[in-house]
């Protein structure tokens, strides 16, 4: 890219029908236990429940915390992994697939009311129960699992509407999810709200629980715990959007070890619902409460006299009344790993990553997908190679099918490039977190290369090169840590971080960090279509760190602002040089904030690469939540181009970047945004987790 130094100076949803983007597919939820966001897209779901086929490969993602500890001779939590996969539109099917004494992946792709009015299904053990995309509703009633009911795993759903009129309802105990017993349970990336009673209930020493990534909402009780005289229960309970909900948020009661962190508790102002208390540990509890994020609560933390509550790391905003710690309770690594993300950062993460994903993709509805190749990097030796490039180098020419790159954590500072002619390759942090494995370099476009034959540029600077079709990456970071600060007097400061110049790439779970050009979403040659799909990311950057001429999609991420080397606040988000027959860059659902001055930095401006007068930039802004750092006039000239000119327009977003149309702001019209959704964006490509 052209040097271009800067110098410092609960909303209503377009509830639209969603397109499906491919026939029969039923789009579920991404593998990887490591899951922190999620995806979206339509469903070609099997009308015929009966039809089984092979699990696919998101169908083996397996439990965090607690869920994932070996004891009660149960392995970990993976559901209906082992089993057949069926796709239920239907209360009868539904019912028959999870009563089942054997195993079953069960796909809910449409909404299935129950009846009558507050029937729980008793689901029996070894089952995966998880919805198609955004299709799979559940109204009027929920689900059960009883004594002994083991290695369930409860995904992707909307759980909602058993309300009988009676705010604090004593007479109907219609929950979302109710356990009296079970253990190995995995309830994760759910919409739970406006139920008769609790959405969650964890009772009668059920144990080995997890409960991640779901929004608890619009509910008097919203998730209680407990109910015995016996002190068993170990639940770990982390990434939940808890908002409006009066009580037991949780309630923890007698539990032996509750793990609770990177949670969001909010109640907003104004509302009829207010919170009487938020975090609670009851009788024997003892409780880690670690880097959760509580806005507007009332009671925020409360412990009883024989409890325990140690906080580490907690943020608490306009919170009234109690906020109690005390008492010794235990060490959770010492069960599990995990990563914690930044309390800062919670709120946001949670908006963008909470609830049902919209597709985060399978193999064929009617087929098994290709066996993979698996390679592993390591840099101790305990993998085939020690550096990713080499295990790039090791797939063959041409490969026919998917080869996946498992990478164990680390730092690995090299230059890596997937060229052309190695397809289907997939990136894989196989860490606890995505900043456990991290490739990074530090080359500018200004960089003389070593050989003495000029610069790299910016496209030659990007530490990741994907010029392959069909590639993946997910759990990791891609990062240039070129230092400007100290190298002024280079000629190009743009250093990229990860560039693609390839179709159908897949970015799932990543972090993707610098300051310059981070992120060059480009194509491999100017007629030629290039699509990106990046989703439960982070892009972070200052100066046009999303640009290029790429079909590009960010999706349920955040983008965060930094500042310049010289701790100024001045920045461009994105730098579409898109072609005028294609689509240029969607961000959608997602968040744009950062710890930058307010009104410094535009969402975008137009890049006519080489002065290319037939280009036609496009950046789409859609119902995405904008901090006070976004320009009250969005989008500016670039090159003697004018903005104007091009395709730049927003639609629905929030928060205090946000702004009313005008001339100088555009919004697309509700027809308009209509046909500016992800679908289509991608045409005729799902991105499925391979």
Wanted: hydrophobic share 35%; no cysteine; proline share 3%.
């Amino acid at each position: 890219m052209s040097a271009h130094r800067v110098t410092p100076t609960d909303r209503p949803r377009h509830r639209r029908r969603r397109k499906a983007l491919a026939a029969g597919v039923p789009l579920v939820l991404a593998a990887a236990g490591t899951l922190a966001y999620g995806t979206v897209f339509g469903l070609g779901a099997q009308q015929n429940a009966s039809a089984a086929t092979a699990a696919p490969a998101w169908a083996t993602a397996t439990a965090d915390g607690f869920a994932s500890v070996n004891a009660l001779g149960q392995n970990g939590t993976y559901g209906g992994r082992d089993g057949k996969t069926v796709t239920v539109t239907t209360l009868a099917d539904l019912e028959k697939y999870a009563t089942a004494a054997e195993p079953y992946v069960i796909v809910v792709a449409a909404t299935i009311t129950m009846n009558p009015v507050g029937k729980e299904i008793k689901v029996a053990s070894d089952k995966t129960i998880v919805g198609s995309g955004t299709s799979g509703h559940i109204v009027g009633g929920g689900f059960f699992l009883g004594q002994g009911v083991h290695n369930v795993i409860i995904r992707n759903l909307t759980i909602r509407d058993a309300y009988q009129g009676v705010w604090n309802d004593k007479d109907h105990d219609f929950d979302a999810v109710q356990m009296d017993g079970a253990h190995h349970v995995w309830i994760d990336h759910n919409d739970l709200r406006h139920m008769a009673d609790g959405l969650i209930d964890v009772r009668k020493d059920s144990t080995y629980v997890t409960v991640s990534w779901n929004k608890l909402s619009d509910d008097n009780k919203a998730f209680g715990i407990g109910w015995t005289e016996n002190v068993v229960t170990d639940i770990t309970i982390h990434h939940n959007w808890i908002r409006e909900t009066e009580q037991r948020n949780p309630s923890t009661d007698n539990a032996a070890h509750a793990h609770l962190y990177n949670n969001f508790l909010e109640d907003v102002a104004g509302t009829t619902i207010k919170s009487s208390y938020g975090n609670y540990s009851r009788g024997a509890t003892k409780m880690v409460l670690e880097n959760s994020y509580f806005q507007g609560v009332n009671n925020p933390v409360i412990k009883d006299s024989t409890a325990s509550i140690v906080q580490r790391g907690n943020t608490f905003v306009s919170t009234t009344g109690r906020n109690e710690s005390g008492g010794s309770a235990f060490d959770p690594k010492t069960y599990y790993a995990y990563t914690l993300d930044r309390t800062a950062d919670v709120p946001a993460l949670l908006k963008s990553g909470a609830g049902p994903r919209t597709s985060i993709g399978t193999a064929s509805a009617t087929t098994k997908a290709a066996a993979a190749t698996t390679l592993t990097v390591a840099q101790d030796g305990s993998g085939q190679y020690r550096t990713v490039q080499a295990a790039v180098n090791a797939v063959p020419a041409n490969n026919p099918s998917r080869v996946v790159i498992q990478i164990k954590p680390g730092t690995y500072r090299e230059v890596v490039k997937v060229p052309s002619n190695k397809p289907h390759v997939t990136f894989q942090g196989t860490g606890a977190s995505r900043k456990d494995t991290v490739i990074v370099y530090n080359n500018a476009a200004g960089t003389p290369k070593p050989d003495g034959s000029g610069t790299y540029g910016t496209g030659g600077s990007a530490t990741v090169a994907v010029e392959a079709d069909d590639f993946q990456a997910r759990n990791l970071s891609i990062s240039n840590d070129f230092d400007e600060a100290a190298n002024q007097s280079l000629s190009g400061h743009q250093a990229v971080a990860l560039r693609t110049a390839s179709d159908k790439v897949f970015l799932d779970g990543v972090i993707v960090s610098g300051d310059q050009d981070t992120l060059l979403v480009d194509t491999a040659a100017k007629d030629r279509l290039g699509r990106v799909y990046m989703t439960n990311s982070y892009v972070i950057g200052n100066v046009d760190f999303v640009f290029g001429r790429a079909t590009a999609v960010i999706d349920r991420s955040v983008i965060t602002l930094k500042k310049r080397w010289n701790g100024t606040s001045a920045g461009y988000v994105t730098a579409p040089s898109t072609a005028a027959d294609r689509k240029g860059i969607l961000i959608a659902n997602s968040t744009v904030n950062g710890d930058v001055s307010d009104r410094s930095f535009y969402l975008g401006r137009p890049w006519h690469a080489g002065g290319d007068a037939t280009l036609d930039p496009q950046t789409t802004v859609r119902n995405t939540t904008l901090s006070a750092a976004v320009k009250t006039t969005p989008w500016t000239d670039m090159s003697g181009f004018s903005w104007k000119a091009d395709r730049f327009a927003e639609y629905q977003n929030t928060g205090a970047g946000a702004g009313s149309a005008s001339t100088d702001r555009p919004h697309l019209t509700a027809a308009q945004a209509a046909d500016q959704e992800v679908a289509d964006w991608l045409g005729d490509w799902t991105p499925t987790a391979s």
